[in-house]
C-alpha cells in the first residue's frame, strides 16, 4: 500500500494501478489469457454484427467474464503453488490441475451460451 505525506497508508487510486498491474503481467505472461482475450473480442464483434438482444448481450459478456476470471484465478494458483511448493508433490499437482478444471468448465459454458446466441443468427444469413 502506498503512503500519503504524513507516512500514512493510502488507498484511493490505488488498487486500479495495481488491479491494472496484475491484469497486464497476466496478459503478457499468460497464453492461454491471450487466446481467451481474442475470443472474448471476437464474440464481442460477432454480438454488435449480429445485433444480439440486451439478455444475448448478458449472457455473452457474463461469459466472457467467468472465462477470463477463472483465467486469472487458475494462474493465480499456479503461481502460488510454484511459490509455495516448488518441489513436485501429490497435492501441488492435484491443486492446479482442479484449478485448469475450473477454467475448462467456464470455457465449456462460454462455448455453450455462444452457440447458443449465435449459430441461431448465422443460420439467419445463411
Ligand atoms: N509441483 C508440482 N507437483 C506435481 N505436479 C505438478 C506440479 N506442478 C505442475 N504439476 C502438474 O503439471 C500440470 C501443469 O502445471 P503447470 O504449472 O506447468 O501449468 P501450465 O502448464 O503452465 O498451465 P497453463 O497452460 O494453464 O499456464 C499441473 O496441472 C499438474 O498436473
Redesign the pocket.
Known sequence: MASDSNGKKTKSGIGFRYAWNGLRWTFLE???FRIHTIAAIIALATGVIFRIDPAEWAAVLLSIGFVIVTEMI??VV?LM??HL??????A???I??IA?GA?LIAAITAICVGMVVFVPEIISVL
Open positions: 499468460e497464453r492461454n487458475n494462474t499456479e503453488m510454484d511448493s516448488p518441489e513436485q508433490s501429490k501441488a499437482g492435484l492446479k490441475d485448469a477454467v
